[in-house]
């Protein structure tokens, strides 16, 4: 028997791992992460609901809940990183950032300072040790699948942590839930920002980063049609929230956000989904960071996502130094956005990633 902590959301997932560990005959103690305190009145700002959901779900399974804060951590190595990212027009991923600083870094070392042997998440995905190395693997219900997420983990971690959902399908783990008695078994899905919440982004971004508003204009002809609030709104692949209407002379197609021009302060856009402005073949990330000790080949055949819900796709390293890589794919992808990271697998096993430049 171990002792392990979960971290428990408040969520259906978090409480089905804690369940399933409990039956296992471990010593479970959950964990509640309060991770963002700047507008805790605001009517996104969830934290106060989902800790008496987790205490409930907590009180079924039958394991203490305790709470820890990590609010100083969090802005200070993730909201931080997120600001300074999008005021240079990037487009951080901060799940990412945050399951490695704050999950799977300062919410390890506390439980770990509380005797833990082990810390285990709700997060769609597998570990397991392979000839003595730990390697991330993606989780059996690939429409969940979160190791895209988890690339950043490194092999301290990994031998930590455990995925108790790893081998389940979405639709089991509410049924577990239901079956259970857990009171959140059929709670909505969170897609805010890690630990921030649902709610406006625009709105919430102009908190902290001011309002520059600038010209749109055709890609393909620099003809202006429309003013943008500032590009640090946006990203490559928008369609929504433009605010251009019918223009003169063009065809009645969406449109998308095809470029930035950070100096001129100019948002460019083009029509049509598939147009060739908003396709690349060719990619360079750096911040790389690998989950073994062993950088993988170059020219060598891998798959690739270049964000969270686009398919696989076929891609070869080209070139790979400590810091970036080069990285040419079979096909050209959509709307790869500078910020954003590429994450690699071989088969089912996650290599890691870095962000895309």
């Not at 979960?6 to 369940?19: E, F, I």
């Not at 070392?109 to 730990?134: C, N, P, S």
């Not at 209407?245 to 460019?268: C, I, S, T």
Request: charged share 25%; aromatic share 10%; net charge negative.
């Amino acid at each position: 028997m171990a002792k392990i902590i979960v971290g428990m959301s408040g969520g259906v997932d978090s409480s089905v791992a804690a369940l399933l560990l409990k039956r296992q005959g471990h010593e479970v103690i959950g964990l509640f992460m309060k991770n963002w305190e700047d507008d805790d009145t605001d009517d996104y700002c969830s934290a106060r609901q989902d800790l008496e959901d987790a205490q409930a779900a907590a009180k079924v399974i039958g394991i203490p809940l305790e709470a820890a804060n990590f609010a100083d951590q969090y802005r200070e190595r993730v909201f931080a990183n997120f600001l300074t990212e999008y005021q240079a027009g990037r487009t951080p991923n901060p799940d990412i950032l945050c399951n490695s600083e704050i999950k799977f870094k300062a919410f390890l070392d506390h439980a770990m300072r509380l005797g833990a042997d082990k810390i285990a998440t709700g997060h769609y995905a597998q570990v397991r040790e392979f000839l003595g190395e730990w390697q991330l693997l993606k989780a059996e219900d690939g429409t969940k699948d979160q190791s895209y997420f988890l690339y950043r983990l490194n092999q301290a971690q990994l031998a930590k942590t455990l995925f108790p959902l790893g081998e389940l399908y979405k639709r089991d783990v509410r049924k577990l839930a239901a079956e259970a008695g857990l009171p959140n078994h059929a709670k909505k899905d969170s897609t805010g920002i890690c630990f921030i919440g649902e709610r406006r982004f625009r709105e919430f971004l102009s908190r902290y980063l001011p309002k520059q508003p600038g010209e749109i204009r055709r890609l393909d002809d620099e003809r202006v049609i429309g003013q943008h609030e500032g590009l640090a709104y946006y990203t490559l692949g928008q369609r929504e929230g433009l605010g251009i209407g019918g223009v003169q002379g063009a065809p009645e197609e969406p449109w998308f956000v095809a470029a930035k021009d950070m100096a001129k302060n100019v948002l460019y856009v083009v029509q049509g989904h598939d147009h060739l402005a908003l396709l690349r073949d060719r990619l360079m990330a750096g911040q790389l960071s690998w989950i073994s000790a062993q950088a993988p080949r170059t020219h060598w055949v891998y798959a690739a996502k270049t964000r969270y819900r686009m398919p696989d796709a076929a891609c070869d390293l080209e070139a790979l130094s400590a810091n970036e890589c080069d990285v040419a794919f079979a096909a050209p992808q959509w709307a790869v956005t500078p910020g954003q990271s590429v994450v690699f697998y071989e088969s089912r096993v996650c290599m890691g990633g870095g962000v895309i430049l």
